[in-house]
């Protein structure tokens, strides 16, 4: 946007936004504004749309582009312009009244706070504000106040450690002036709801980066206001969530600080005490106040968690234990919603009680996770009229998964036998419905991977009932039953005499059309966990493979089946695998042959799709892992030579199509993988081909087959030359694609593809290579991207720049050290400055602080290569780092420059050179 547009086109596109039914017209109306927001003239145009208020929307357009431009675009505004935006903001909260959009006010109020943050020439915001407001404008006074508290770690604010921490001391100092304010809004708020809320949500937002402290909360009003809300079974729901918010707060607040033992008791009778007010909540059917007393009771033993599983020497449990038997009680609460607040509790106490190793621990939990499994199992079962299976996705069905993921983390504290067998004798009892034994089976099925392949009391009735289950057997409970099979393979592999039965019962189970997918899974587990034993049954299996599509299961599920085929396939003898693999991949290879010669109009995810049978395929390659002595054909050689041509047909085919082609390289990338070098007759026209479609199409996934070939074949001398010239010809479109405007956000994948290959070379054959005439245009491509925030794009330019490095300092091989040695020393010669330089300003300004051990790893291979230079290009890349940022604060002091050069090039290791970029990230942002 070149200019300010008129304030009437600004109004007519947010009116053409909210109410034009034209989609075509909304989307227009969408972009067109987005642009304006990213502009600099947005900042006087969302001031003038504020003063003239002529309707909402247009209004929440500007309060909206207010706020993000000062928490985003902040740096735009010169420092003289700061006071009267400041003034402007003040004036359009203090025309706020009770009719005023409460959407709106808090976009004014998030403006307000995050300028106040920024702004480092406002030196009391908090006493200005309580001293305009006080008295006049409360209600958007205490929004200010409680999101003030809460963007001081906004990640989008770059505020700097230094400022945050100056900040801080401020709201510190401020507290008691806050304490007082509020406890004067107490007093005059009377019976009005949202005052009440607001107090509340506002004192909670200052316990929480604890700027009121601890020892301030004791004796506080509104703590004692909340414990009297939520004693009060009459409270508002609103305030009384609130007031649970606060409560948490503290105890959160109390979890950091564990050592103020009054304060301690003092909360922990006045939760404990709240267990009246859940019963009744109960009793009431008020489900929304029963999840609030959860929380508290949960945070409560949250809090406590560090002192209860710790051991003193007169091995007394800790007073505060009888908390769970709280916690427990909301478990048995009718609504699984309840229980599932209560999960994160149980994942730390099983953590806890793991890594301290104690059996008098065990003991003492043991009851606790006794009755948790127990009243999981109950919320575990369907409704008794329920018809038919869940679906997936289905809240319930989400809901049981992580109850199997529970189970699982907390079943060692009883024994993972203990609880099967509790389960089974839960399944002998008189009058047992089918939604219990469903659920009964269900937790078995998570814990059955853990029972001793030898157990021979419990399993083997288990395994027998499941196979005479009776015809009129509810759907659900088969289903849960056939999965309980496949997590129970490790014990069939042990018990060969059972396989043969549980086949058969698995393929009738196939036939079965709510039972296929289930039936397919478990056979897929059984075949990986008993391939030993499946040699005599693999007629059977490609039988089985054969009708595939007979069955009604998901594409999945059928490649789950070729993969678990494919085990075993690999396991036979070579004779045997080339006939039985030939005759499994053309069954896949020729429905692929027909969509390829026939022209079939592709419908994804049906027959019509190649995608379908190139998984296919691939599983197959991908799994057939058979042991080739030195010297011998690899079984599966010609195999993949008769695959070939149909593949090559297909990536013509489909060329323009990144999803297809995406396929084709995973399963050339799979058919190379699995007869290695032996596929030396196709690298010629594989590279011949991907060359020419990559010219047209710029798929990464060429790039990415272009490296699983480098890693094969680059050690071959004769093959190096033609490698070289595919990586030649892949660069030219690839830099094209890569220079564009955004060229490289645009395209991440390209980017890990491409450095990803390069890395391949440096490692197989890093001679060739670094002599090869486009280094230099690759390393200064890599120098650009090492800022990319991509996860894995940035990864794989980092892993480039390590190989590089490294390559040229390790001695393994004497051959050819002093030629790597000295081009890799040019390399650094030529390209250190700006590489560090780019690397600690991707470190400050771009990189998440997760990505920063890969960035660690370069500059530790650099030192390492050349400390002394590192040291200088440090030195000059800290110096052009800003000292202040837009609000005007100090990011680092002369101090922290020195500190943090000194920690980084004394370094030792990576994970030290990791903590100082992490730290010194920090005075940035």
Known sequence: MNSSPPLDAVYQAVFTLYHNPDPTEKEKASLWLGELQRSVYSWKVADEMLHQKRDLESCYFAAQTMRTKIQLSFHELPTEAHNSLRDSLLEHIGQVNDATNTVIVTQLCLALADLALQM??????????IGKFGQTNVWPLLEILTVLPEEVNSRLLRLGANRRQEIMQELSSTAPTITEFLKLCLSNGGENPHIHIRILRCFTSWVSIQAITLPDVADNIVVAHAFHILSNQQAVPGVHEAATDCVCALLQCLEDNNNQHALELQLFSGVVSLEEGFHLSVAHEDQEKSMNYCRIFTELAETFLEKIVSEDSSNKPHFAVKILDLVLTCVGHHDYEVAEITFNLWYRLSEEVYQKNSDVLTALFKPYVERLIEALCRHCQMEPDHEGLLEDGDDFADFRMKVSELIKDVVFIVGSSNCFRQMFISLQGTGVTWDSSEAALF??????????????????KVVEAILNLPENTHVAVRHTSVLLLGELCEWIERHPQSLEPVLNFLLYCLQQPHQASAAAGSLQSICSACRDHMGIHFTGLVQIIQSLDTFSISNEAAIGLLKGVSVILGQMPPDQIQRAMKEICWIQISPLCQLVENDVKTERGTKTDPALWLDRLAAVFR????HVENGAVHPCQSVITEMWPILSNACTKYQADGRVMERCC??????VRCVGKQSAHLLEPLVKQIVSLY???QHSCFLYLGSILVDEYATEPGCVQGLLDMLQAFLIPTFIILQETNGLKNHPDTVDDLFRLCARFLQRAPVPFLQCPALHSIIQCAVLASTLDHRDANASVMKF?????????NNENQDDFEVRNTLVKGIVRDNGQALVNNLIHACVFCLHSYMLSDVADVIMELMLYDRAAVCQWLELAVKALPTQNSGGSITATHK?????????TRAEGSKAVTHALRDFARLFR
């Open 666 to 671: 995973r399963c050339l990338r799979f058919a």
């Open 695 to 697: 010219q047209r199409h």
């Open 896 to 904: 922290q420059l020195i500190d943090f050069h000194h920690s980084l």
């Open 623 to 626: 799994h057939t892992n058979p």
């Open 120 to 129: 480092s020439t406002w030196q009391k915001p908090v006493v200005d504000l």
């Open 443 to 460: 937790i078995m099925q998570a814990v059955a991977k853990n029972i001793l392949p030898e157990e021979n009391d419990v399993v083997p």
């Open 801 to 809: 720049f390590y190989d590089l490095i490294h390559c040229g300092r």
